[in-house]
């Protein structure tokens, strides 16, 4: 065998090239260039903003890398798409539960990885797991925009998609405001919302707010009423 650098370059690279290497098992191998990127766009490898997983038909337990419709199905518009089961181990075996978590109450799309005309994008509502030991959660979707269906066997990138974010509020109605004394309210929006407050006859009140964390503040009005508190 000749020297690497005897070789001439080939300057028109093509999905059908090959290369040469090494199998697992220390035999030598051609590798076609297309198979290399199927791989590469298929494993997660290289898809560092979203988690790769494979659309399967069966109404069986999910393995790692996996999702499906609740019941099984093939063929199925993105349109129509309102819950799926989703695997929360990627096909490498690593934990992707918190990264699904982080998209709840922001948006989801779905695309195919060999065709990205092929996608769905949604508000994501809700990714429960109904046993703590289960491996896949249950998500429910609310359908915003998108092209074809879901096919079987292909690959699909999850990603974050702020198209679909869900903009989080408070409501607290009917609370009893003493004059110069503190209210604590307890809106868990993991932010510092804005915060509007109306008496009972529908009239803007302003009170001192201070914001103890980014899930409550304490209010303070120079006079007693009755009246709702509004945060987002």
Same mark, same amino acid.
Do not use: W
């Given at each position: 065998?000749?020297?690497?650098?005897?070789?001439?370059?080939?300057?028109?690279?093509?999905?059908?090239?090959?290369?040469?290497?090494?199998?697992?098992? /220390?035999? &030598?191998?051609?590798? +076609?260039?297309?198979?290399?990127?199927?791989?590469?766009?298929? =494993?997660?490898?290289?898809?560092?903003?979203?988690?790769?997983?494979?659309?399967?038909?069966?109404?069986?337990? #999910?393995?790692?890398?996996?999702?499906?419709? $609740?019941?099984?199905?093939? /063929?199925?518009?993105? !349109?129509?798409?309102? =819950?799926?089961?989703?695997?929360?181990?990627?096909? !490498?075996?690593?934990?992707?539960? +918190?990264?699904?978590?982080?998209? %709840?109450?922001?948006? #989801? +799309?779905? =695309?195919?990885?060999?065709?990205?005309?092929?996608?769905?994008?949604? &508000?994501?509502? !809700?990714?429960?797991?109904?046993?703590?030991?289960?491996?896949?959660?249950?998500? &429910?979707?609310?359908?915003?925009?998108?092209?074809?269906?879901?096919?079987?066997?292909?690959?699909?990138?999850?990603? #974050?998609?702020?198209?679909?974010? *869900?903009?989080?509020?408070?409501?607290?109605?009917?609370?009893?405001?003493?004059?110069?004394?503190?209210?604590?309210? =307890?809106?868990?929006?993991?932010?510092? $919302?804005?915060?509007? %407050?109306?008496?009972? /006859?529908?009239?803007? *009140?302003?009170?001192? %707010?201070?914001?103890?964390?980014?899930?409550?503040?304490?209010?303070?009005?120079?006079?007693?009423?009755?009246? !709702?508190?509004?945060?987002?």
């Amino acid at each position: 065998m000749g020297r690497i650098s005897d070789y001439s370059l080939d300057t028109t690279v093509q999905v059908t090239d090959k290369l040469l290497g090494s199998n697992s098992d /220390g035999t &030598t191998r051609n590798f +076609k260039l297309d198979a290399i990127t199927e791989f590469l766009n298929t =494993s997660g490898t290289i898809n560092l903003n979203g988690v790769v997983e494979q659309f399967q038909i069966e109404d069986t337990d #999910l393995i790692r890398g996996k999702f499906k419709l $609740p019941n099984g199905g093939n /063929g199925i518009n993105f !349109s129509q798409v309102t =819950s799926l089961k989703v695997s929360l181990k990627n096909i !490498s075996n690593v934990d992707v539960s +918190k990264f699904f978590d982080h998209l %709840v109450g922001h948006g #989801l +799309k779905i =695309s195919r990885v060999d065709n990205i005309n092929e996608f769905g994008q949604y &508000t994501f509502v !809700s990714a429960v797991k109904a046993n703590p030991a289960d491996t896949f959660a249950t998500f &429910t979707l609310a359908y915003l925009n998108g092209n074809s269906t879901l096919r079987q066997d292909k690959h699909y990138l999850f990603n #974050l998609d702020n198209s679909g974010r *869900i903009d989080k509020n408070f409501a607290q109605e009917n609370i009893n405001f003493q004059a110069n004394t503190e209210k604590t309210i =307890s809106h868990n929006l993991a932010k510092f $919302p804005a915060v509007t %407050v109306i008496d009972s /006859g529908g009239s803007h *009140i302003v009170g001192d %707010v201070q914001h103890t964390d980014n899930n409550t503040f304490k209010i303070t009005f120079k006079a007693t009423f009755q009246g !709702s508190v509004y945060a987002n």
